[in-house]
């Protein structure tokens, strides 16, 4: 089990930044790799941003590019999503989950892989 719990949601304007932050559960954190998802209202859950064991390697979401940056600090259990330039479609419900793998590969960007997920913090971005 790696229980998960997200904060740093909120409300911003359009434009604006928000750094989400996970903080995980138990001395294996370092054994998975990090990813954060994100569904909006009515929408499918969608991949944002994936980051190796280890931290060397990251994969996004190509709407995320150059605007979100993932990072992971096994020491102290957390992975954060920085996010920046805001727009009012990025409004939804952000997940952090754990997949039990440690590199990244193209399965990293399915919902299905991950085995661990947080409860969600919501983040809306206003025009």
């Known amino acids: 089990q790696v229980p998960l719990v997200e904060s740093g949601g909120g409300l911003v304007q359009a434009g604006g930044s928000l750094r989400l932050s996970c903080a995980a559960s138990?001395?294996?954190?370092?054994?998975?790799?990090m990813g954060w998802f994100r569904q909006a209202p009515g929408k499918e859950r969608e991949f944002v941003a994936a980051i190796s064991w280890n931290g060397d390697s990251t994969v996004y979401a190509d709407f995320v590019k150059g605007r979100f940056t993932i990072s992971r600090d096994n020491a102290k259990n957390t992975v954060e999503l920085q996010m920046n330039s805001l727009k009012p479609e990025d409004t939804a419900v952000y997940y952090c989950a754990a997949r039990n793998f440690r590199i990244i590969t193209a399965q990293d960007k399915n919902a299905a892989g991950y085995a661990y997920w947080g409860q969600g913090t919501q983040v809306t971005v206003s025009s």
């Open positions: 138990g001395r294996t954190f370092s054994n998975y790799v």
